[in-house]
């Protein structure tokens, strides 16, 4: 009898808990989530790490390169996009190439100039943040030497850091996304380039000089008629949008598994969907482009041809379940699920993610590569070349602390 007692009233005492306890147990949590801090919970030990020498080799890696697109987008923006004193100064931009842009979307002069915008302010924080902390910002305007355009719209006196016109774009993203493959796992998988000719020879996307325009024509400010090669141009820009900002997509959810402080992590999965929210629209605009052929062979051409081709009606290349990487299907802008993750060599049901994300793939070099293969840094000085891959190496370095 004497004890029995007690296992009476330990399921007394749990009932009155369950009844009770837990519930004031509830409240308590509630309001401390409320008030906006989780010691309701617990504090995660990382909420009071420090900002690692990681954390700030990352955050200067991606201050450079926000500026690295900065620069770019700010040309296609004084060019194609709304021009107003925030982002393109008052140059008037170029109403033929905004003409020949609008064929792809009839708001691409806003989505240009909005883009520019968020990654001039990806820079600006990113520096000031960076100073916050004690650290010192990148600062690559010593590097800005590249002539500008000659065209009409551009800002022919700046110098810049990036060259639009002679460039080979990687245009594998478009299967990349479309295909139940993951390059994380399946490396060196074949993903099919959607302009397999934009990946060959040197392409301008923008207009270099008058040349450019050379035939086209407005009427009542509306584009009346626009040649083949402005088109060609105008749709090489297109798919090098979606190129620029793949890159971003999977570049800060990768660096972002190396990060110690729980603010440092915070202001990569704060920017990095921005990346992602740029290439979802740019991706769904290239898919729009008319099929051509375009010799560039005018003034100041590079001699390289490039052919576009409706992918739309990409029949017999459309099946998203394909381990080929082949799906060209245009209205696929949602990335097709894909095998993500292992445990014991078990594969987990294709999910639909941003792919690649793995860290072993050496996110930061890999993306200051992929952007000089794309002939974005011809004409750069060798010093150039070794501060960015410095800055690239030493991001990839960083490891997560606990």
Partial sequence: MEKSRPVVKIGSNRRK???NGMLAGAAT????????????????????????????????FLNALEQIEADLWIQYSELGGVQDNEVSGVNGGNPLYVGALQILDGDMAQYIHDNADDEISHAAFLKAYLESKGAEAVDLSPFAKLPSSKAPGANQKLKRLTNLTQLTVDTSFWSRYR???????????????????LNVGQHT?????????????????????????????????????????????????????????????RVLLSIGPSETMHFQTW??????????????????GTGAS????????????????????????????????????TNDN?????????????????????????????????????EFFRV???????????????
Avoid: C, W
Avoid at 179 to 197: C, H, M, W
């Fill in 346 to 382: 078990r594969r987990f049901p294709p999910v639909a993610i941003i792919r690649p994300t793995s860290t072993q793939l050496g996110g930061a070099v890999a993306s200051f590569n992929s952007f000089a293969t794309d002939g974005l840094f011809i004409g750069q000085s060798k």
């Fill in 306 to 341: 490039v052919t576009f081709t409706t992918l739309a009606n990409a029949q017999g290349e459309t099946n998203p379940e394909s381990l080929n990487g082949d799906t060209l299907q245009a209205n696929l802008i949602m990335p097709e699920p894909t095998h993500f993750l």
């Fill in 283 to 300: 991706q769904d605009k290239a898919g729009n482009a008319l099929p051509l052929t375009d010799v560039d062979n005018g003034p100041g």
């Fill in 205 to 265: 996307a923008i207009p270099r000089s008058e040349a450019d325009t050379a035939g086209s024509t407005l009427s009542n400010n509306n584009p009346a008629t626009i040649t083949p090669h402005l088109q060609a141009i105008a749709f090489t820009a297109g798919f090098h949008f979606a190129f620029i900002e793949e890159g971003g997509t999977s570049l800060y959810p990768a660096l972002a598994q190396k990060v110690t402080n729980l603010e440092v992590l």
């Fill in 17 to 19: 808990f369950l009844r």
């Fill in 29 to 60: 949590m509630g309001a401390g989530l409320l008030t906006g801090g989780l010691s309701a919970l617990g504090r995660d030990r990382d909420d009071d790490a420090p900002v690692t020498k990681g954390d700030i080799a990352i955050l200067r």
């Fill in 179 to 197: 295909s139940v493959t993951n390059p994380d796992f399946d490396l060196g998988a074949p993903f099919v380039q959607a302009v397999p000719s």
């Fill in 388 to 402: 960015m891959n410095r800055l690239a190496e030493e991001a990839d370095e960083a490891r997560r602390e606990l």
